[in-house]
């Protein structure tokens, strides 16, 4: 996603630069002006009790060129310099030396040699589980409606807050790992839900009775995690090391998958897992081979016939169970950021591999194991917060764009455009409910339009209003259980949850939070509703 990263350079979305305050420059120390940096020496003496001698993180996040992509040299110095408000990273401004700090800041980036390995033994062993936690009553401690429970991820200080989404009130607030990211995901009937961070810790935690369950450190450099329908299976989709590690419900390991082809010969990082609830099965989009794999949770699931698509010989592979086996469907090239149907039959994916600026998306039935559509697609599209809706007899998607102020609605029957929706810049997310006319998007990458929420007919594809909070950025919209209230995000360290009546666009409440990244409704999420991610 290099272009990804540069977009979201441009726009200032780096996840590491949350909490910086100050642009002041480090102050000299006397170390000397001229000469090499013992940097490996300072590394030592000053990091690694914190971000480990390996660089892959401690009490502090991993300090690896994989995890760091997305922050700026100016501000990795920042960080080192001055510090990161209410975390544990002290400033050294007055300890090292401009030299020594730029000089830090260079070398983290280097790749770690040998390469950092995170083995089945090492996530078995980062396991950790609170005492008594699994015994906790069968109901909440609270008293509001479970079904509508808000999940906030506040990114700025990395917590997470509970609201009340009928009375639009805080029931807890709690530190989180460092740098979640994706949706965090919900078992069946909507009690427990489980975190991941971009260092790759998972965290379970019970929602009824306000306490962690247990974590683990699935990998290194994690993408996301996904939770089977029937909870009892959690997945980690990971860059580094380039598998995914499978556990069940308690996160304790049960084997874990290189992201390899066939042969062995080429490995991939892993982009995302998926939960295709109605196939009993995980699906998973991989970032450098053209492959889409999908891991059946079902106990009755077919034996696995790898060699029957393409090229791959036919004998070796028959034999092997289907259940949490990986089965490939071989394409042409690598698909990334996938959107399903509501069935999960077909999965929707964009190819970035021959030039960012041209991406076209590909529809694969996850069936017959084939792609079944290509379609031209505006801009750069994050199909993983597109929504589907109802439109003149047909279901259709929409789905943000990450680099243009153009929203393509599909048509899911024929895989045809119906309309290209302008909005005033390029967006992130997208929302709507079953319950609303509307569907709400963002324009959080254009810095002219960042403040600004459109808000579209779903029968006539036109935006009809917007809410604006000028000069800041609102982002990430979820609905109400009832569909009669759309909750934004005020996307800034002095933030805000607002609360807008979806009806009248006006607002009701506005709850003070640091950086609210994303929020999610347990009833939506565990219900799937058509106007929000699953
Ligand atoms: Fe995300 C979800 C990929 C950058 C915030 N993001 C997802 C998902 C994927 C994805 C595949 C769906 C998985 C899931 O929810 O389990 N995100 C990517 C990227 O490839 C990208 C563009 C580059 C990267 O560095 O990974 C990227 N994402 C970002 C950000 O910069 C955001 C805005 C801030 C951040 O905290 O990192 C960001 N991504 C989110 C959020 C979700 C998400 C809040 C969950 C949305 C939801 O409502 O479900």
């Known amino acids: ?79 080192i310099a001055q510090g990161r408000p209410a975390t544990q990273m002290p400033a050294f401004g007055q300890t090292l030396s401009a030299r020594e700090i730029e000089a830090l800041s260079t070398w983290i980036r280097q790749p770690v040699s040998p390469a950092p390995t995170w083995s089945e033994a090492d996530i078995r062993a980062s ?107 959690v997945m980690a989709a990971n860059y580094l090391p380039r598998n995914l590690a499978l556990f069940d419900a308690d996160l304790k390991l049960v084997k874990s998958f290189d992201a390899a082809t066939l042969d062995g010969k080429s490995a991939s990082r892993v982009s995302a897992v998926y939960d295709a609830a109605p196939r009993k099965s995980f699906v998973v989009a991989m970032k450098d081979i ?39 469907t ?24 021959k030039d960012d600026d041209t991406p076209t998306a590909q529809v694969v039935n996850l069936d017959i194991r084939k792609k079944i559509a290509e379609l031209p697609i505006a801009g750069m599209p994050h199909l993983g917060s597109g929504i589907t809706f109802g439109w003149q007899g047909t279901t259709v998607l929409a789905s943000p764009n990450l680099k243009d102020g153009r929203i393509d609605v599909i048509d899911m029957k024929t895989w ?55 000069g800041r950025t609102l982002a990430h919209i979820e609905f109400t259980r009832d569909g009669r209230h759309a909750l934004a995000s005020l996307w800034e360290m002095d933030g805000a949850l607002i609360v807008y009546d979806a009806r009248t666009f006006q607002e009701v409440r506005r709850l003070p939070m640091s950086k609210p990244v994303g929020k999610y409704n347990v009833w939506n999420k565990i219900t799937r509703s058509e106007g929000t991610s699953h």
């Not at 071989?330 to 591999?353: I, M, S």
């Not at 967006?427 to 509307?438: K, V």
Request: proline letters at 8%.
């Open 1 to 79: 996603w290099s272009g990804v990263a540069k977009l979201l350079l441009a726009a200032g979305l780096v996840w590491m630069g949350h909490g910086l305050a100050r642009a002041a420059g480090p102050e000299a120390s006397a170390a000397p002006a001229s000469g090499p940096v013992p940097v490996a020496a300072l590394f030592q003496q000053h990091c690694a009790a914190c971000h480990g001698e390996q660089r892959t993180g401690g009490m502090g996040p991993a300090l690896l060129p994989e995890s760091l992509e997305r922050l700026r040299p100016a501000q990795a110095q920042q960080v």
């Open 127 to 233: 396991r950790l589980e609170v005492a008594g936690a699994r015994d906790l009553p069968d109901r909440p401690v609270w008293s509001a409606d479970p079904m509508n429970l808000f999940v906030v991820v506040e990114g700025g200080d990395h917590h997470v807050s509970l609201v009340d989404g009928d009375r639009f009130e805080p029931i807890h607030r709690f530190a989180s790992r460092y740098a979640l990211h994706g949706g965090p995901k919900f078992t069946p009937e909507g009690r427990y839900v489980f975190f991941g961070s971009r260092d790759g810790w998972i965290t379970k935690y019970d929602l009824w009775n306000l306490t962690v369950v247990a974590e683990v450190r699935a990998g290194l450099n994690m993408r996301n995690v996904a939770v089977s329908g029937d909870g009892k299976w």
């Open 290 to 328: 053209p492959e889409v794999w999908e891991i059946s949770y079902d106990p009755k699931a077919e034996p696995i016939h790898d060699g029957y698509v393409h090229d791959y010989p036919m004998g070796e592979a028959i034999a092997k169970p289907g259940y949490l086996g990986a089965r490939r």
């Open 330 to 353: 071989l394409l042409d090239e690598p698909l990334d950021d996938f959107f399903f149907d509501q069935g999960y039959r077909n999965v929707l994916g964009a190819t970035r591999a």
């Open 416 to 470: 045809r455009t119906v309309t290209t929706i302008t909005t005033p810049g390029p967006g992130f997310f997208m929302r709507s409910h079953e319950a609303s006319r509307y569907a709400w998007t963002d324009s959080m990458m254009s810095p002219t339009a960042r403040d600004t929420l459109t808000i579209i007919d779903k029968q006539t594809l036109q935006p009809v209003a917007s809410v604006r909070e000028p």
